[in-house]
């Protein structure tokens, strides 16, 4: 059974940072395209990043300039380094992983924003 497990979330002041991970375990013998997606209360899960295998990356409007995500294939792991944090980051990020014929998901970790 494949399982995500993020962590790094917590309360950040405006501008601070924050690095998030997500680790896979379980039978895996090769992970795919893996992301990093986020919801705020009251709207929609949108996508933050996702990155390749091969560690080619694509990023949403809102994360351009301030958010990296990379990953370690020997670790099983994406970090998503979240920079020059805004009030309006605030949410729950979450995130998946394409192994398989499946896409998988983890359970989220609470991003919040606040002075």
């Known amino acids: 059974q494949v399982q995500l497990v993020e962590s790094g979330g917590g309360l950040v002041q405006p501008g601070g940072s924050l690095r998030l991970s997500c680790a896979a375990s379980?039978?895996?013998?090769?992970?795919?395209?893996m992301g990093w997606y986020r919801q705020a209360p009251g709207r929609e899960r949108e996508l933050v990043a996702t990155?390749?295998?091969?560690?080619?990356?694509k990023y949403a409007d809102c994360a351009k300039g301030r958010f990296t995500i990379s990953r370690d294939n020997a670790k099983k792991t994406v970090y998503l380094q979240l920079n020059s944090l805004k009030t309006e980051d605030t949410a729950v990020y979450s995130c998946?992983?394409?192994?398989?014929?499946?896409?998988?998901w983890g359970q989220g970790t609470q991003v919040t924003v606040s002075s």
């Open positions: 998946n992983a394409y192994i398989g014929y499946e896409t998988y």
């Open positions: 990155i390749t295998p091969g560690g080619s990356t």
């Open positions: 379980g039978s895996i013998f090769r992970i795919n395209d």
